[in-house]
């Protein structure tokens, strides 16, 4: 048998199992590619929200990478909650410095509001992260603090592509999961406009949606599939994934990785 696609994710951990380096693991693992980590932060999370968050030192976040990127190689990076200005620069450099496609995904906080990326590291994002992304793919509350520009409706997306495409992403992705009506996402690379379109499932399986979504394009990328394409694929993925999702805990539960699997859970 023939080695699948690697991806890396580089992201922290979510003790549910819903969002971050789970979720990505998951997502890789139904897309038909071979999923590395690269741990950034534990956090004690569940379906009510983030409980406590622990940073790992900048050498053992570097350590991990060089571990795999030397050794097994890698044909996309996604990057998750990177939690400190030294670890986004960090991580920064050492995609920089990696001939793969990067997803970036700006966390900043979950979807209950806990903080995972400090304040003062938004300055390393705008500056030294999203320039080596090839798309960055933020949600409006990111999208709000990264740029100032507040997305009400489907027609304050394009605003907020323009603005983040400033500090040098190829493409973006602004997530419209936020909005109201059906989950409409715009790709664009300034040039080229894509939206992606899908009906919003009114349940509470949306825990770990973002991540998803960025795996799922990492992944499609280490296929060498062109972005527009890697990202419809994506779309389609976490569509079907929230629409599947199942209850667990009292809150905001997770989105069902395995449902286009021949045998779903
Ligand atoms: N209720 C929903 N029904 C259908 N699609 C949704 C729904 N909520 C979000 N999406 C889609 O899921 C993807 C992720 O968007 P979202 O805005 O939820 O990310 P996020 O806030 O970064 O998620 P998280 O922080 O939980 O990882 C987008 O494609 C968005 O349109
Ligand atoms: C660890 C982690 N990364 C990312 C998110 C974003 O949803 C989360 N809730 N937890």
Request: hydrophobic residues 45%.
């Amino acid at each position: 048998m023939s080695a699948p696609p690697r991806v890396l994710t580089v992201a922290g951990s979510d003790s549910g199992g819903g969002a971050g380096i789970q979720a990505d693991l998951k997502t890789m693992l139904a897309l038909g590619v071979h999923g590395m980590s690269v741990l950034t932060a534990v956090t004690a999370q569940n379906s009510l929200g983030v409980q406590g968050a622990w940073e790992l030192p900048v050498e053992a976040v570097r350590a991990q990478y060089r571990s795999v990127v030397d050794d097994i190689g890698v044909q996309a990076v996604k990057t998750g909650m990177l939690s400190s200005a030294e670890l986004v620069e960090a991580v920064a450099d050492l995609i920089a410095g990696t001939d793969a496609p990067a997803v970036v995904d700006p966390v900043g906080v979950s979807k209950h509001g806990d903080p995972l990326l400090a304040a003062s590291a938004l300055d390393s994002v705008r500056t030294r992260l999203l320039p080596v992304a090839t798309v960055a793919t933020p949600n409006l509350d990111e999208v709000a603090q990264l740029t100032g520009v507040r997305v009400e409706a489907e027609d304050d997306l394009r605003r907020a592509a323009r603005a983040v495409l400033e500090f040098g992403p190829r493409w973006v992705v602004i997530k419209g999961g936020h909005l109201s009506g059906d989950a409409v996402d715009l790709l664009t690379d300034g040039s080229e406009e894509h939206w992606l379109r899908a009906p919003r499932h009114d349940n509470r399986h949306t825990h770990g949606t973002g991540c998803t979504l960025a795996s799922a394009i990492a992944s499609e990328l280490a296929k060498d599939h062109p972005v527009p394409e890697a990202v419809k694929t994506a779309k389609s993925y976490v569509t079907g994934a929230i629409a599947s999702g199942f209850a667990l805990g009292t809150g905001i539960g997770p989105v069902n990785h395995a449902w286009n699997l021949p045998r779903p859970r």
